[in-house]
């Protein structure tokens, strides 16, 4: 960027991001306070407004500029305008008197003799730089949904704040396992005083946390650049932990060492998590917890194929649970995982069998959490007396399957019933699943309850304690009968109940 | 056959415990399973100043064993009972494996008017319980009277224990009841099976 201004009798020539150009002849200022000075009547002369405007433009961003246009302070004006532009290693060259109104022309230099410097120190730019240090990594390919509580299994927290890497603070990300990681990487070059030059960053870790910025304009100073591995991470859900190092190559001053940076936690999922359904879903919400927890139980199986994630992850329960278990405190309410202690999460913990809902609800937040594509609810599968060979499927929801399916025969109410064994008419059984010698009698059922799993356009249905099925009428083969039966008070062996008819026989 | 009446046919079982089958029992010497049962129960089902188990709360707790009916006695079912306070009030509450009965005794549900009676029954009901049940109370209310939130649904035909609570007036004390409903099945659980046969055998020793 040129800019002409004049001050009195002289036209300068401002110059930015253009080394090497006609440096030996510039001006020289030995301090911002100095710079400062001599920019203060530019800056105030209305005859260089549109210039003064050019670099504002140049030098500071949108906002920053609202906030120094020529006004009352003009000192500290000058002051800004003056750190800044030697910040930026801009240049400025004494040209021909100024022309009425100012010029833009390019007359020939005319000759500003130099300030004087102490003789033992360089002029601006033959210091060299010598310092480099890494201030912040900001990494803007991840997530950046991942929350910062891990206390517990709650979706608490709030989100970890960027930069993720910084003195005294390193947070976690999450990232998609087959996509680049950009980020933004703030160091500091220094002496102060120290020459602006060409240089190239590097920050050396795995070949998928590698970077390279290229030939880039190094500052004395603050600097930002934003880099791009260019190779993908690896297809791995995985938790990674790895550091980068750093340098800086110089073109006049040789290379700088800039440590290290991590070690960087990088949680690598199929995509980006879902956590749209937060408030409605216990489950959903991406918390450091979680995200461990779900990304330990991907690494388990390490496949990019969302089925057999899920056959991995209902394979923790071999089947469903109806009864409260002892090992698992009270307040995570199993086996209905019906809490406000994060909902199903608590299944990763304990890893007991629940009831059908709570497991699916466990499987949805991990596959959720990992952003793992398909969708998994929880569906009952029975047959109908009107149809006892035709498997229905319903959401499981209140009213659904048989639990309400009955006939009033003269006084008596038969109930429709799915069962587990092989039942007789007019026979007498107690309770479903009572402890008998050598057993356990047959169950009655309201219905198979199945995590029904669909994505790519294949859909699997787990059964509790049934395995995979390809269909609602594969599961209904789970069950041997559809029957009525009634329930009665037998005088010794309290209720129970007497199968009235078969309907149906499956296998 | 009449329809199976599960409230009635839990209410013959409680009533057949003779007080000699009750044994006191300490907290930590309840059988695991019955203990996990007990407080998942308890936990969904009464609010949480009402609940047995409470750090510092005294309660008394007794145990009664199943047993087979005779020709001259009813069957019994395993059953928990505690005794404790909830505010001035002596709450009693027994657990079935399939139902939760409070009872307390309640003179304010016998005096005033109908209307009165009605507004502390309700009172009581939610001071004690989480069910979000508004009562279909009788014309009268006194002595012997029964009533159901849902009387469209028998308990064992329920989705969920919330569908339904269900309560009345016995022997001079107020009495609420949850079923412990699981939907996968037909009917219920086993109540004469709550209890681990070992559990059972120090009972009856």
């Not at chain 1, 959401?395 to 399957?401: A, I």
């Not at chain 2, 009464?46 to 005779?70: H, M, N």
């Not at chain 2, 005794?83 to 549900?109: M, Q």
Request: one cysteine or more; a neutral charge.
């Amino acid at each position: 960027m040129r800019v002409t201004l004049i001050s009195g009798a002289t036209t300068y020539e401002f110059l930015l991001g253009e080394p090497g150009g006609a440096r030996g002849s510039s001006l020289q200022f030995s301090s911002t306070e100095e710079l400062a000075v001599f920019l203060a009547p530019i800056l105030r002369d209305p005859a260089n407004h549109a210039g003064v405007a050019s670099l504002r433009r140049a030098l500071f961003t949108d906002s920053a500029a609202s906030m120094v246009r020529p006004g009352a302070q003009d000192t500290d004006l000058a002051r800004r305008y003056a750190q800044v532009f030697r910040r930026q290693g801009g240049l400025i060259h004494g040209m021909a008197p100024a022309s009425a109104g100012g010029g833009v022309g390019a007359p020939p230099p005319v000759s500003i003799p130099p300030k004087p410097m102490p003789p033992l120190t360089p002029a601006v730019h033959d210091v060299p730089l010598t310092e480099f240090q890494i201030l912040d990594v900001t990494f803007t390919s991840d997530h950046d949904k991942l929350k910062d509580y891990d206390r517990d299994w709650k979706n608490l927290g709030k989100r970890f704040s960027k930069p993720e890497w910084r003195a005294g603070a390193n947070h976690p990300i999450s990232h998609n396992q087959d996509k680049k990681v950009a980020l933004k990487v703030k160091f500091k070059a220094g002496p102060p005083e120290g020459r602006t030059q060409y240089g190239v960053l590097t920050g050396k870790g795995p070949f998928y946390l590698a970077f390279d910025s290229g030939r880039r304009f190094i500052s004395p100073g603050e600097n930002t650049l934003s880099l791009e591995c260019p190779k993908e991470l690896p297809i791995s859900i995985v938790k990674r932990r790895e550091e980068i190092a750093w340098t800086l190559k110089l073109e006049k001053d040789g290379v700088l060492d800039g440590g290290s940076t991590g070690p960087h936690v990088i949680f690598c999922t199929y995509d980006a998590p879902r956590d749209d359904q937060a408030g409605k879903r216990q489950e959903d919400g991406v918390t450091s917890k979680r995200m461990e927890a779900a990304v330990e139980l991907a690494a388990e199986i390490d496949t990019d194929v969302p089925h057999k994630l899920v056959d991995h992850l209902m394979g923790m329960f071999p089947r469903y649970s109806l009864s409260t278990s002892p090992k698992i405190p009270p307040q995570y309410g199993h086996p209905s995982y019906q809490n406000f202690e994060g909902g199903g999460w608590a299944m990763a913990q304990f890893r007991e069998p629940g009831e059908c809902q709570a497991i699916v609800r466990f499987v949805t937040g991990v596959i959720r959490q990992l952003g793992v594509p398909g969708e998994s609810e929880s569906v009952v599968v029975y047959a109908h007396p009107d149809a006892p060979q035709t498997a229905r499927e319903d959401p499981l929801r209140p009213g659904s399957g048989l639990t309400a399916v009955a006939i009033l025969v003269g006084e008596s109410r038969w109930k429709a019933a799915l069962t587990d064994q092989i039942v007789e008419e007019g026979a007498f059984y107690p309770p479903s699943h009572s402890r008998l010698d050598g057993g356990k009698s047959p169950g009655f059922n309201s219905y198979e309850a199945c995590l029904k799993f669909t994505e790519g356009g294949r859909t699997i249905y787990y059964a509790g304690g049934a395995g995979q099925k390809l269909s609602a009428e594969h599961t209904l083969h789970c069950f041997k009968q559809l029957i009525w039966m009634e329930r009665v008070a037998h005088p010794a062996k309290g209720d129970g109940i007497i199968v009235r008819k078969v309907l149906a026989r499956y296998s | 056959m009449p329809v199976f009446d599960d409230l009635a046919y839990w209410w013959t079982c409680i009533d057949a415990a003779p007080a000699e089958s009750w044994k006191e029992v300490r907290p930590d010497a309840l059988d695991a399973q019955v203990r996990a049962d007990s407080e998942y129960w308890c936990r969904q089902q009464l609010v949480s100043d009402a609940l047995p188990y409470l750090p510092g709360r005294k309660e008394a707790i007794a145990a009664s064993p199943s047993a087979e009916g005779t020709p001259h006695t009813p069957v019994r079912l395993d059953l928990l009972r505690h005794r404790y306070k909830v505010d001035d009030f002596d709450l009693e509450l027994v657990e079935g494996r399939n139902f939760t009965l409070l009872r307390l005794p309640a003179p304010r549900v016998l005096q005033g008017s109908t209307a009165q009676r009605g507004a502390e029954i309700h009172r009581l009901a939610r001071m004690l319980m989480t069910g979000p049940w508004t009562f279909l109370l009788p014309g009268t209310i006194g002595e012997g009277i029964q009533f159901t939130s849902n009387p469209d649904v028998l308990p064992d035909e329920t989705f969920s224990w919330k569908e339904r609570g269900d309560g009345g007036i016995r022997a001079g004390k107020l009495w609420f009841l949850c079923s412990r409903r699981i939907p996968d099945i037909v009917g219920f659980h086993n109540g004469m099976q709550w209890f681990s046969d070992e559990f059972r055998g120090q009972l009856l020793r």
